[in-house]
């Protein structure tokens, strides 16, 4: 999108990423271990004054994320609300001029002619993941001494006596 052509008063962008393009740029990511399974659809709404542009709204796509404890793959929603400022490299210090408080939002660089609109999306859709991917809240994980997956059921290391005053705890659970 071009800059000189957004109206200060702003205009509302609806913007579709098709999946395989979608993946196609994930998959050159480093240490990438997730995929889309569903188009990146974004609606958002852009202002641009004096070379600044800020983007508001809202991106969602559907993922698959690996377990960081058992390493199952899974289905995770992704529905971000964010509002980011991109400032031209040449003048970054600008973001005052617009009464904004640049601490609630990110500051991004572009080339000051033409914002990609599809790698704001992409970008959002990171900010949109756990910090943590889990399976389900309390994924059991795999045991660290044969690596077999516990959502599964106990491995046989789990005879062995354990003290963790938590697993007290548990068996009440299941038991109540
Ligand atoms: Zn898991
Ligand atoms: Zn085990």
Same mark, same amino acid.
């Given at each position: 999108?071009?800059?000189?052509q957004? #109206?200060? %008063?702003? /205009?509302e962008?609806v913007l579709k990423?098709? &999946?395989k393009?979608a993946?196609?740029? *994930? @998959?050159?990511?480093?240490?990438s271990?997730? @995929?889309?399974?569903?188009? +990146?659809e974004?609606?958002?709404? +852009?202002? @641009?004054k004096?070379?600044?542009?800020? +983007?508001?709204g809202?991106?969602s796509?559907e993922?698959?994320?690996t377990?960081s404890r058992?390493l199952? $793959?899974f289905?995770? #929603?992704v529905? $971000? $609300? *964010?509002?980011s400022?991109?400032? #031209?490299f040449h003048?970054?210090? /600008? +973001?005052?001029?617009? %009464?904004?408080?640049p601490?609630d939002m990110? &500051?991004?660089?572009?080339?000051?002619v033409e914002l990609?609109?599809?790698n704001?999306?992409?970008e959002?859709?990171?900010?949109?993941?756990p910090?943590r991917?889990?399976?389900? #809240?309390?994924?059991?994980?795999?045991c660290p001494t044969?690596?077999?997956n516990?959502? %599964?059921?106990p491995?046989?290391?789990e @005879? %062995?006596p354990? *003290?963790?005053p938590?697993?007290?705890?548990?068996?009440l659970?299941?038991k109540?």
């Open positions: 999108m071009r800059v000189n957004i #109206p200060e %008063e702003g /205009k962008v990423v098709d &999946v393009k993946n196609k740029y *994930f @998959s050159l990511l480093k240490n271990d997730f @995929s889309a399974t569903s188009d +990146v974004g609606k958002v709404r +852009v202002w @641009s004096d070379g600044m542009v800020i +983007v508001e809202e991106v796509v993922l698959d994320l377990c058992c199952a $793959h289905r995770y #929603p529905v $971000h $609300h *964010f509002r400022i991109y400032s #031209p003048e970054m210090c /600008k +973001v005052e001029d617009l %009464e904004l408080k601490y990110d &500051v991004s660089i572009y080339n000051g990609d609109l599809e704001v999306l992409y959002q859709v990171f900010l949109g993941m910090d991917a889990l399976c389900c #809240p309390d994924c059991k994980g795999l044969c690596g077999a516990l959502n %599964e059921g491995c046989r290391c @005879s %062995e354990r *003290f963790s938590f697993d007290v705890l548990k068996n659970k299941l109540g």
